[in-house]
């Protein structure tokens, strides 16, 4: 519809004055043309029909748009075809003689139909416009705007963000082929020992990940880390991060010394505002003992005796300064102990009031459920409880536990 999108020109002719007719106050008109702009955001046709005269005259009709009263009528119909969430808010209105000027702007969001030849972007559209109606018989009987290069303006400014967002998508394609590359394609299998690993991304790719490594005289190394950041960048620096870890790992029968040699060769290699949290830990499945270190990552849960306890071990981020050591503990798991990895994609998770999933939580459902085989699922099933219906997941989760479930042979 004409009046939606359009600016006037100070100095844009009018027309020429028709033979005199009766005309209402000024403060009528202003009511008449607000209930005029009301009815076009409400999309109402009947109102429509009962404010516009027989012979109503759009002086600027636009693409596609029907000459007369019934076009008008029908281009203001489909707009919810189109739009939704239409509202006009009148900033100023000056009324002269029979004519109306007014002021105002368009809000709505492109979501349900194509648009100047463009699919739906889900993108708001505001849109200020002064117009002019020429009021008669209580009718709204003509209306003059100003479209030169408006309709041009939206159309490429919808254009670039839908540009945009196909980069946006791409890139996220990029890093998502990445990090999905970067996950273990096989779950090792140690006689007496349960591995569940579980991932669970969201749409804007993060930096977490998991590995195992394979290492001499049947040891396991256990990774969970997460890379600081979104998108490609993010990708790849944990990327890096992982390849590091599996190169230098081979090395050293120390989760405290393969941290610090992968510390010094990321401080080289990553953007100075980038770091990587991750915990290391070497299983010996024969005797049941894991060493660990900790370089700031989302401390562990040890679950025994139906309790849970933080492996707790100091270090600082990777990445960040070089030089840096990592404290090392060691602990024995028993029948039935086990160890639960996560990242903070779980605990800091947000409900619709704003609170978080947190820690607490998560250590009262490890402790209370931490034998169970499915024990990942289960608090998968208890975060979507937490955070209700339409929850847009903010970061990837990673999740694995580690449970030694008879002595081996």
Known sequence: MASCIMFLDNNTSVGSEEEEAPVSSADENKVLVRRFLEAQANADPDALEELLAPDFVDHDLQPDQEPGREGFIRSVAEEPDIFSNLRVNIYDQVAEGDKVTTRFTWRRIHDRGEFLGLAPAGMEIKTTAIVINRV???????????????????????????????????????????????????????????????????????????????????????????????????????????????????ASNSPGEVLSRVNDALVTDIPPNMFVTCFYAILDPEYGTLKYANAGHDLPYLWRGGDAHELRATGMPLGLM?????????????????????????????????????????????????????????????????????????????????????SPS
């Open 322 to 406: 070089p030089g840096m050591s990592y404290e090392q503990k060691e602990i024995e798991l028993d029948s039935g102990q086990g160890v639960f990895f996560y990242s903070d994609g779980l605990v800091e998770a947000h409900d619709p009031k704003g609170e978080m999933f947190g820690s607490p939580r998560l250590r009262a459902h490890v402790a209370e459920r931490g034998e169970e085989r499915s024990l990942g699922d289960f608090l998968m099933k208890e975060l979507y409880s937490f955070v209700g219906e339409g929850w847009e997941q903010e970061d990837d989760i990673p999740l694995l536990t580690l449970k030694r479930y008879a």
């Open 136 to 250: 008669s018989g209580g009718k709204i009987v003509e209306e003059w705007s100003e479209s030169t290069g408006v309709l041009e303006a939206t159309r490429q400014r919808l254009e670039q963000e839908r540009l945009e967002r196909e980069r946006i998508e791409q890139e996220l394609q990029l890093a998502r082929s990445i990090q999905q590359a970067s996950l273990p394609k096989e779950v090792p299998s140690l006689q007496g020992w349960q591995i569940n690993p579980h991932y669970h991304p969201a749409r804007e790719v993060g930096g977490d990940f998991y590995d195992f490594h394979l290492l001499s005289e049947n040891r396991l190394g256990v990774v969970v880390g997460d890379a600081t950041g979104k998108g490609v960048p993010a990708a790849l620096v944990m990327a890096s991060a992982r390849s590091m870890l599996r190169a230098l790992a081979q």
